[in-house]
């Protein structure tokens, strides 16, 4: 499994070990009350199956440890919070797992307690038979439904960042719909025919004889023990929520206040950064790379309070310097107020929902690819301006398919020439789709030179440049009329690359990051350096003749496939 699941402190990862036991525990024991649907044999024997391995001493310690440790922590999780605002599902899994004790509790009490202690044989018909004519059916219920929902947001929130999750999910989500469905049809089955036969005072005696049902003492007795549980359960997390407000407390007497020139004042934690206390209070604050120090989208003017800040780090210095921000200027997420200080936005998201997360944009490593036609203006010399966008848009619509079949996506259209993205799901998987497009592209060009040459025109020859490196995806323009598109070095680059195969005569440069993140790093032959314009250092590139023979044995593997 994703070393990436796991991260995490230790907390983190004990629920996440604790739920999944019990996830799986649910799931079989949803599983086991759907099978009520067409048989009370088959629920009853796969309860007898489930039990062998539940019940015996080493699981059992495993299951109620895991119990204990998954609600202890969801506890001290709330307690060390810094603030209860939390996104939506959080919140939903947060209060859905709070509710689930105030009926679990009920329901261990009068299965596995009253068994241990009572000798109660707490079949599944036994807890229906308890449940049946009143309100309780419901509630167990509503608490099988609880405990699905909570489980199946822990389950995404922790499976939402590999790579194969997403793909997924539609097919779970019928399964996850699926599941609760099939139990609770299972229980409402099986609780009318068993409340059949209980009615039957015949009957009767033979389940109470069955089940060794409890005698009046002894429900009483099951009935103290639950309601002491529950209330050990309110004692818990009132404890929680004290520690939690205690907290709060004593941070506001560590607290420093912040006001925004144009915004609200507010008074945050002290060690905090100036970025982290926008988001903390719900304040607009532009931040591209996400408070990495890698941009300089989050800064601010600093009005009062800046003799207070500790000068600024080299890494935020050369940001500053970068863009020549002015006197005061400061990056949001480097600096951490200890005194008050008075802060302007020099950039704020319009509050608009459809600029506010996609004209931030994303930061990917991903390919680039540059292309230009040769020899143009010598081409279309004489012909009528129909003819020419004619003639490109049989040229693109020649090449653009090996492009967007190897997944790329053509970015913008600039005259004779183009720039295309590989937006895969990594900087490996974007090189190889790059190589292959390039590959495919000289194909695809050949196909349509011969012909132009069954027409009697000429041949038409290409220049291009493959990239690899850190791109700005996002929404670029004035809001409402704004594209989406890419910024950054790799597509000066790549560019520069492209226009380096002219004089070369080849047909294409593929730069040697580029190389190494498609797994060909034993390749020393060929590769030059460039001085590209533009490019602060030297960019180590292959030439190609000819990209429909790049990497041969490569092409070979992918006809396999």
């Not at 719909?177 to 015949?202: K, N, Q, Y």
């Not at 690819?369 to 040769?374: G, K």
């Not at 292959?436 to 196909?447: F, I, M």
Request: aromatic share 10%; with cysteine.
């Amino acid at each position: 499994m994703n070393s990436v699941l796991w991260q995490g402190n230790w907390a983190t990862r004990l629920r996440i070990a604790s739920g999944l036991m019990l996830f799986v525990f649910a799931f079989f024991h949803f599983i086991n009350i759907g099978l009520g649907l067409f048989h009370t044999d088959y629920l009853h024997g796969m309860q007898d199956g489930r039990k062998a391995v539940t019940r015996h001493d080493v699981m059992s310690v495993f299951l109620y440890i895991a119990l204990l440790l998954h609600a202890g922590l969801a506890l001290y999780s709330i307690s060390q919070r810094r603030t209860l605002r939390m996104p939506f599902s959080t919140a939903l899994q947060v209060v859905l797992g709070l509710l689930i004790p105030l009926q679990l509790i009920s329901h261990i009490v009068q299965t596995r307690f009253a068994h241990e202690v009572f000798d109660v044989n707490d079949e599944m018909g036994y807890i229906i038979i308890l449940m049946w004519p009143n309100s309780a059916i419901w509630m167990q219920s509503l608490l099988l439904l609880v405990v699905w929902v909570h489980s199946c947001i822990g389950l995404h929130m922790w499976l939402r960042l590999t790579q194969w999750w997403p793909k997924t999910v539609p097919y779970l989500i019928g399964l996850a719909v699926f599941i609760p469905s099939f139990a609770m049809a299972g229980l409402l089955t099986e609780g009318r025919r068993i409340w059949a036969d209980f009615s039957d005072p015949f009957l009767r005696e033979q389940y109470i004889d069955h089940y060794n049902w409890p005698s009046p003492e002894e429900f009483q007795v099951l009935f103290s023990v639950k309601d002491n549980a529950v209330l050990a359960f309110w004692i818990a997390l009132g404890a929680s929520l004290s520690v939690y407000v205690f907290r709060k407390l004593w941070r506001r007497r560590h607290s420093v206040r912040v006001k925004y020139v144009e915004g609200p004042e507010v008074v945050a934690e002290k060690g905090m950064t100036l970025l982290e206390i926008s988001q903390a209070n719900g304040i607009p604050h532009t931040a591209l790379c996400g408070g990495k120090g890698r941009c300089t989208t989050c800064r601010v003017i600093v009005e009062d309070g800046a003799d207070q800040l500790p000068p600024p780090s080299d890494v935020e210095a050369r940001s500053l310097a970068a863009v020549s921000a002015p006197a005061g200027a400061r990056l949001a997420c480097q600096i951490r107020p200890t005194e008050p200080m008075t802060a302007f936005r020099m950039f704020r998201p319009d509050g608009g929902r459809s600029r506010a997360h996609a004209s931030q944009g994303q930061e990917r490593k991903l390919a680039v690819l540059f292309l230009d036609m040769r020899g143009f203006t010598s081409l279309t010399t004489g012909q009528l301006p129909y003819d020419i966008v004619f003639l490109l848009n049989r040229f693109f619509d020649a090449i653009v398919p090996a492009i967007t079949s190897d997944g790329g996506v053509v970015d913008k259209y600039m005259g004779d020439g183009l720039l295309a993205v590989f937006e895969t799901p990594d900087a490996a998987s974007s090189a190889r789709a790059g190589l292959k497009a390039a590959a495919d592209v000289s194909r695809a060009l050949e196909r349509f030179n011969q012909m132009l040459e069954s027409e009697g025109s000429p041949r038409i020859r290409i220049g291009m440049g493959l990239h690899l490196g850190d791109l700005v995806l996002g929404e670029i323009g004035a809001a409402g009329n704004a594209p989406r598109t890419i910024i950054g070095d790799a597509v000066n680059v790549a560019s520069r690359l492209e226009g380096e195969t002219k004089g070369l005569g080849v047909e294409l440069l593929v730069s040697a990051e580029l190389l190494r993140a498609a797994g060909h790093e034993e390749n020393p032959e060929g590769v030059r350096s460039f001085d590209l314009r533009g490019v602060t250092q030297a960019v180590p590139a292959l030439p190609v003749l000819s990209a429909s023979g790049l990497f041969p044995e490569m092409a070979a593997q992918e006809h396999a496939l």
